[in-house]
Nanobody, 119 residues
């Protein structure tokens, strides 16, 4: 059983900053990566950033240079610092944790947190 509890998000003007955090509980030993995805109504959920257990990071091209993902393994928490926000960054941001295939290869999701960037 895994739970992902997100916090942060909200409304910000273009050019501003927001921070998200996601605390995991449960079978966190099974994780191989954590990350953030976002979804706009009517569109598919898309990757924002991921970080593996060994610290390998992957960003969507649209957020490179503006967003920073980090992880505190002692707290089982992943963070997303978002700078220079644009209206197109608006969406529901979901925390994700991927488990190792040995433990089933599951994808776990948080409940989502709304980020709205006004122009």
């Amino acid at each position: 059983q895994v739970q992902l509890a997100e916090s942060g998000g909200g409304l910000v003007q273009a050019g501003g900053s927001l921070s998200l955090s996601c605390a995991a509980s449960g079978s966190t030993f099974s994780f191989i990566a954590m990350g953030w995805y976002r979804q706009v109504s009517g569109k598919l959920r898309e990757l924002v950033a991921t970080i593996t257990n060994d610290g390998t990071i992957n960003y969507a091209d649209s957020v490179k240079g503006r967003f920073t993902i980090s992880r505190d393994n002692t707290k089982n928490t992943v963070y997303l610092k978002m700078n220079s926000l644009k209206p197109e960054d608006t969406g529901v941001y979901y925390c994700n944790a991927e488990s190792d295939r040995y433990y089933g290869g599951f994808d776990y999701w948080g409940q989502g947190t709304q980020v709205t960037v006004s122009s």
